[in-house]
């Protein structure tokens, strides 16, 4: 996906009402909002670009992948570009308590996580009617709350080493955001092994 759907809610203002309430994700609060000063521990350029009404921005990264900060000081990459994360956050309101679900949960525990956020959710916003229209006007097809959960769960993997978030004053580190990967150790000594093993068969590029 491109940044078509993110052009399409700055140029019409009903949508991006819509997306703001009930689906959470305000443009207003990136311009707005009291973010707190944040930066990666890459050095990568971060870009505001919405947030929630609880406190937590939503961040263009680099790659163009999309990092979301909650207020209790935890963070994670939520999906490749604004569009893919609007799909989700469109397609799966209450994402952030899926976020919680193992590595290992299959389609029943997801689709209950869902069940769960989505009725919680309800108490107080109608969202079919609104996820239905706005899936419409920005072009997004349906797609099963399993699809989204598990590319979410698969984006929030790749946090780690490079979207890592630090408070900029302090420079602590935001807890991950959802299932943990291998320790970091683990993929430099692979790269490192790999690079030894290219050596030994001659190979003058490794």
């Not at 308590?97 to 389609?107: H, Q, V």
């Not at 970091?184 to 030994?200: D, M, N």
């Amino acid at each position: 996906m491109t940044d078509h759907a993110l052009r399409l809610l700055r140029q019409d203002r009903r949508l991006a009402e819509l997306a703001a309430s009930p689906f959470d994700f305000d443009l207003d609060r990136a311009v707005h909002g009291d973010v707190e000063e944040v930066r990666l521990a890459s050095g990568g350029p971060l870009e505001p670009v919405a947030g929630d009404d609880i406190g937590g921005p939503y961040f263009v990264c680099v790659d163009c992948s999309v990092l979301y900060a909650d207020s209790e000081g935890a963070a994670g990459i939520i999906d490749s570009s604004v569009d893919e994360a609007l799909d989700l956050v469109i397609g799966q309101p209450g994402w952030r308590g899926c976020t919680r679900l193992a590595p290992d949960d299959g389609e029943e525990e997801i689709l209950a996580c869902v069940a769960e956020t989505e009725d919680e959710i309800r108490e107080y916003h109608g969202i079919d009617e609104e996820r239905a229209e706005l899936r419409a006007a920005l072009g997004f097809p349906e797609r099963s709350p399993v699809e989204l959960v598990r590319g979410l769960r698969a984006a929030l993997l790749r946090t780690e080493p490079d979207f890592v978030l630090l408070d900029a004053d302090e420079g602590c580190a935001y807890d991950l955001s959802g299932p943990t990967g291998p320790p970091l150790w683990e993929p430099v000594l692979a790269a490192g092994r790999a690079g030894l093993a290219r050596l030994r068969e001659g190979d003058p590029t490794a």
